[in-house]
């Protein structure tokens, strides 16, 4: 099993290179920093931690090919490839509807964009001669990088929906499959295999990531109650199927829709729910987490990836989890 | 500015464990960015050296920084050290 850990670079920008840096001393094997337009941008932290770091694989977790054009992506990862070689990785997905409608975009044919990005940055990176004609992406022979990459840069496709997790089985360097609980790896796993065994691979091609909501601390509660904000957004972004696997009412989920979007952040949190807690995240002590984490990789999970909020405090929870957890399964 | 003198006075029984509450300080700090960009990439500098907790620069840089971004709560943790010389020296 491998570690990664997600940092949304909404915090400034040396505090989530100290955490990187803490996390690589500790063992974590990637970290992943999120890309949206109302952050600090990622290709500029992943370059301070790329600076800053040794060993650890770093990479967009994930950029979506609406808002930058897959040669832009390949372009980033390739430079940053230079200044980490061989620790590179792409995650990419198709994005979030409704963060690209705030700018105009529309999410067409999120399928149909999101192979042919893949397709494309791997062309560049390799600096194939000829043009790309997509359904969304047209590019011309002279489409190419002035400059040699010498490391391959593999790719992971960020999906939560069955076509989605088929086409990042059948296309992926690796698929980091937004869920927690092991009902919802189970079934994104179900799709994974199939896209593996469409396109003739094999899963262990594929590194299968779970990009979890993890809050870890050496009390339960304390734990649970870091976990309440995020676990309400993710429960409040989850569909009807979802919300049904885990018995959460959709009036309840609407509800801290409802709240959220008011800005009734005590109705919000006050609504979240133990098994809500339980459905979507990796909540407790490091027993817990050990437990639960066994569970995923029972199901195929080769990457854990330790996502918002981590814990009550981000430094000692990365410090518990890297003591405590990690060598469970390193050793 | 603190002097050399003030930063080897610390005792060698406390400096981790100061220069840990101080490095939560900064990381918990509201007003973190008024942390000085260089003094910012030095102290990640020493951190991946891991030189930032244990040498006299690392904690002289904490406890800079944390007077930057956060006065009050360096003045809490100075008094709970009994460190009044340095409490004097970084926070005049």
Known sequence: ????????????????????????????????????????NVYVTLTL?????????????????????????????????????????????????????MVGLEMKTPLRAVREAVEIIRRMVARE????????FRTTGGAR?????????????????????????????????????????????KHVREGVERAGRSLSDVDVAAYTSLSVAE?????????????AF?????????????GIPVEAAEGIKRALAERRWADA??????????????????????????ALSRMGVTQFVAGSPIGPKVRGSIDLFGREVIPHFKD | MVSEEAIRGIPGGIRGELATRLVDLLLEAKEGVKLPSSKAKR????????????????????????????????RGILDEYGLERLKGEVLG
């Open chain 1, 1 to 40: 099993m491998r570690f990664g850990i997600e940092f949304v670079p909404m915090d400034l920008y040396w505090r989530t290179v100290f955490y990187t840096i803490q996390a690589e001393k500790l063992g974590y094997d990637h970290v992943w920093i999120t890309d949206h337009f109302n952050n600090r």
């Open chain 1, 219 to 231: 009390k339960e509660k304390k734990a649970r109650k870091a976990a309440i904000p995020v676990v």
């Open chain 1, 129 to 136: 001669k000829g043009g790309y004609e997509g359904r969304v």
């Open chain 2, 43 to 74: 102290l990640l500098q020493l951190w991946s050296l891991g030189e930032l907790l244990e040498s006299d620069e690392g904690l002289e840089l904490l406890l800079e920084g944390a007077a930057a971004v956060d006065p009050e709560g360096l």
């Open chain 1, 234 to 246: 993710i429960v409040a972004g989850s569909p009807p199927q979802i919300l049904e696997r885990h």
């Open chain 1, 49 to 101: 931690i790329a600076n800053y770091t040794e060993r650890i694989k770093l990479g967009p977790g994930v950029t979506n090919p609406y808002l930058v054009h897959p040669v832009m992506t390949a372009q980033a990862v390739a430079s940053l490839n230079e200044i980490a070689p061989g620790r590179v990785v792409c995650g990419i997905g198709a994005g979030d509807r409704t963060t690209l409608e």
């Open chain 1, 269 to 294: 949190f006050g609504a979240v729910t133990d098994e809500m807690i339980e459905a979507f995240s990796i909540c407790g002590t490091p027993e817990t987490c050990i437990e639960k984490i066994e």
């Open chain 1, 145 to 189: 990088f002035n400059f040699k990459v010498q490391q391959p840069i593999p790719i992971y496709i960020g999906a939560q929906g069955p076509k989605m997790l088929r086409l990042a089985g059948s296309l992926g360097d690796g698929v980091l499959i937004n869920a927690s609980h092991p009902d919802d790896i189970a079934e994104a796993m």
